[in-house]
Structure formats: structure tokens, C-alpha cells
């Protein structure tokens, strides 16, 4: 557990969920996952297996308090062991581009199907007007604007340093206040918001809400890594 805390990710632009709780449970995974031997491919496809099934649930199950909960615990056990295979991988020695593009296929695949489930469910389920229907739409643009940004953003900055090695823990760090006002851009914020599906009402408020957060706060990101690409590709 001592090597695997040197070999965690920077905690900067972590929000408060992924670096608070994630990270710490992927801690515990990537221990149990380096005793039984896994790879880090494997522990990746753990991680798909539970994500997916509970947004298969989702999509497919009426709505109500025991399905909340049991999606919410497989999504969040899905996301710790997506933060796990690369515990594993960096602590086996840094892992292979092979196994970081399938990590990163994965979550976009996530990224996308956690709102296709929304949507699915609010028609089947609901009887909500279809002009609802566009808030899981404009949340999957924005999500996957985002993530796409982020993993280009990291991936522009490595090449400027000559380096395919991301930044572990003590290369940078970001504030607990910063943490907690990102938090409404925190994929685990969302998975733990289907605790409300039985809920609708409250999960549809919830949701939007984080819909509304993620697309105005996109410009803000986007200038933010454009001005800095352009530092690095002037340096």
C-alpha cells in the first residue's frame, strides 16, 4: 500500500470525490488485484463489466430505491477499478500505451453510455415531455467535449516534455477547495446522484442541474487548455 501511495496520479484538477474517495478505494483494488496476480487490462475489464452492467439496469429496469442503490454501488466499484488498473500498471512499472488506450476507450465509451441509459430510461419509464429528453442529450455532448479536451490536454503536455509518463503525486497538487468546487464535474458525483432514481423528480432536478453546470463551465476549460497549449507550443 506504501508504494502504491508513491505511485498515485497527481491530485491536480482532481475534484473532491475521485481524489477524496476514488482514489483511496482504487488504492485498496489495486492492492487486492496485485496479490491475485491480475494485469492491469484485466482489472480494466473487471471495471467495464460492473459499469456496464449497472447501465444496462438502468436502461432496462422500472425505476425504484433497491435499483438506485445497486446501480449507484456498481458504478462506484466500476470507477474505483478504473482508477485501480492504473495503480497496477504503474506499479508493474509504468504500465504500456496499449493498456492506457484501452482505459481511455473504455471510459469514453462510459462517458457516452452513462447518459444513452439516462435518456432510455426517462422514455420508458417516465412521463416526462420529450423536450426533456434533450438533457441527457446536451450532458453527453458536453461530457464528452470534456473528457476529450482533458485526455488531449494530457496527452499535448506529455509530448511537450518528451516524456509518455504522466505526473505522479508529488509533481502537483491541487487545494481541497479547489477539489470541492469542481465536484459538480465529478463523474462520481453522478453516479452517486441514481441513489434519487426511485426519486424521479429529485434525480431529473439533480441532473439537470449538473447538465447546466457542464455546459457552462465548458468555454471556461476549453480557454483555459487552448491558452495553455499555446504556452507550451511557444516555449
Not at 51 to 78: K, M, N, W, Y
Not at 106 to 123: G, L, Y
Not at 126 to 151: K, M, Q, S
Not at 162 to 189: C, N, Q
Amino acid at each position: 500500500m506504501t508504494t502504491l501511495r508513491g505511485s498515485q496520479k497527481s491530485s491536480k484538477g482532481a475534484a473532491a470525490y475521485s481524489r477524496f474517495v476514488n482514489r483511496p478505494l482504487g488504492r485498496v483494488f489495486a492492492a487486492l488485484a496485485a496479490s491475485l496476480g491480475l494485469a492491469p487490462n484485466t482489472v480494466t475489464a473487471i471495471s467495464a463489466l460492473f459499469t456496464f452492467t449497472g447501465l444496462v439496469l438502468v436502461a432496462t429496469i422500472p425505476p425504484s430505491a433497491v435499483l438506485g442503490i445497486g446501480v449507484a454501488l456498481l458504478l462506484g466499484i466500476g470507477y474505483a477499478l478504473d482508477s485501480a488498473d492504473g495503480q497496477v500498471a504503474r506499479l508493474s512499472g509504468g504500465g504500456s500505451l496499449a493498456g492506457e488506450w484501452l482505459d481511455h476507450v473504455v471510459d469514453a465509451i462510459k462517458t457516452s453510455s452513462v447518459h444513452v441509459a439516462v435518456v432510455i430510461a426517462w422514455f420508458r419509464f417516465t412521463d416526462l415531455a420529450p423536450g426533456w429528453l434533450l438533457i441527457p442529450l446536451v450532458y453527453l455532448i458536453a461530457d464528452n467535449a470534456r473528457f476529450f479536451g482533458l485526455v488531449l490536454s494530457d496527452f499535448l503536455r506529455r509530448l511537450d516534455r518528451g516524456s509518455s509518463k504522466m505526473i505522479l503525486k508529488r509533481e502537483g497538487t491541487t487545494s481541497t477547495l479547489y477539489s470541492l468546487a469542481v465536484l459538480p464535474f465529478d463523474y462520481g458525483l453522478l453516479l452517486l446522484s441514481f441513489v434519487l432514481f426511485a426519486w424521479m423528480p429529485a434525480f431529473v432536478v439533480l441532473y439537470g442541474l449538473l447538465t447546466l453546470a457542464n455546459v457552462l463551465v465548458l468555454p471556461v476549460a476549453f480557454r483555459r487548455w487552448f491558452r495553455e497549449m499555446k504556452r507550451l507550443g511557444s516555449a
